[in-house]
């Protein structure tokens, strides 16, 4: 028994590729592939992989959508995050000294 889904790239089907050509001789076609679902991509580590078969469809279908996606959580506002931010003298391989920028998250689990 096979568990799958169909690729979610609204291109999928125009990409000449060998294993998306279905059909007999005189009436192929390119076919959207299957993407597997298995025990190993259920449940919490569900992601985008069990809907997309390539990095390539998903970056098709989020451009195609991209106003519904950000609609589902719109950014009103910057977020922040609190850093520490030193000067620290470092060297270099051929011994030349610099001072470079050195960022730390604050920690905010103390007390
Ligand atoms: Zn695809």
């Not at 291109?11 to 998306?20: A, I, Y």
Request: proline content about 3%.
């Amino acid at each position: 028994m096979s568990n799958f889904v169909w690729c979610h790239g609204p291109s999928c089907h125009t990409n000449d590729t060998q294993d998306r050509l279905r059909g007999v001789k005189g009436s192929k076609v390119l076919r959207t592939k299957k993407v597997q679902q298995t025990q190993w991509n259920s449940g919490e580590r569900r992601n985008f992989y069990n809907y997309f078969c390539s990095n390539g469809c998903y970056n098709d279908f989020a451009n195609k959508h991209i106003q519904e996606i950000v609609a589902i959580a719109p950014r009103t506002e910057a977020l922040e995050t609190p850093v520490n931010v030193e000067k620290v003298q470092d060297t270099t391989y051929t011994g030349h000294s610099y001072t470079r920028v050195e960022i730390s998250r604050v920690d905010n689990d103390i007390g």
